[in-house]
């Protein structure tokens, strides 16, 4: 069964391959240019999100910052909208006060019902405010990653493909599946 399924393994890797590219020479830039900070890159993007990737060059990621953080504080805001409305009703119907009156929920839901509603719009809402956290975290990290691989170049100097390799064992005269990697320098 294990060798079926690394034939198999191996049969659909042999459909992809992989190339790697390196850095090229990087000796041909010029001693009077600024450097580009990654420290001020972070900071830029603590500060205004998105700031960083501007200040990198990289103008396609803002929309996905501000996507990333936008959804998740709009969806937490309509999360804290709905519990706080929940809340309020299960409140009306449990305070014993015969002014206030449930006329949205009632005969909907059960007193039960709504706890139940009001437990999971909390956690949900505070899971959507983590994930914005996250995604402002990762704004910033983003932003420092890239400019410390600012100045790095790409070339095609070197390059590299990992492809599935079938060898004849001839100790045990049958067939194993391995990788090769093959590495090109160029010059």
Excluded at 97 to 106: A, I, K, L, R
Aim: net charge positive; charged share 20%.
């Amino acid at each position: 069964m294990i060798k079926k399924t690394l034939y198999l393994f191996y049969f659909l890797l042999g459909f992809s391959s992989i190339k790697l590219s390196a850095q090229g020479d990087t000796t041909k830039i010029d001693p009077s240019f600024i450097e580009h900070s990654p420290k001020r890159a972070s900071l830029l993007s603590a500060v205004l999100p998105g700031a960083g990737q501007v200040y990198n060059k990289k103008y396609w990621k803002v929309p996905l910052v501000y996507g990333a953080i936008g959804a998740s504080l709009y969806f937490a805001f309509d999360q804290k909208r709905q519990f706080e409305e929940f809340k309020e009703a299960y409140l009306f119907r449990v305070d014993d006060d015969p002014t206030t009156n449930d006329n949205t929920y009632e005969g909907v839901y059960t007193d039960q019902n709504l706890l139940t509603l009001i437990e999971n719009r909390r956690k949900n809402r505070d899971l959507l405010f983590v994930l914005a956290g996250f995604g402002y975290m990762l704004n910033i990290v983003d932003a420092a990653v890239d400019a410390h691989l600012y100045y790095f170049n790409i070339s095609d100097d070197l390059e590299a493909s990992f492809r599935p390799k079938v060898l004849f064992n001839t100790y045990n005269q049958n067939y194993t599946a391995g990788v090769q990697l093959n590495i090109k320098f160029r010059r």
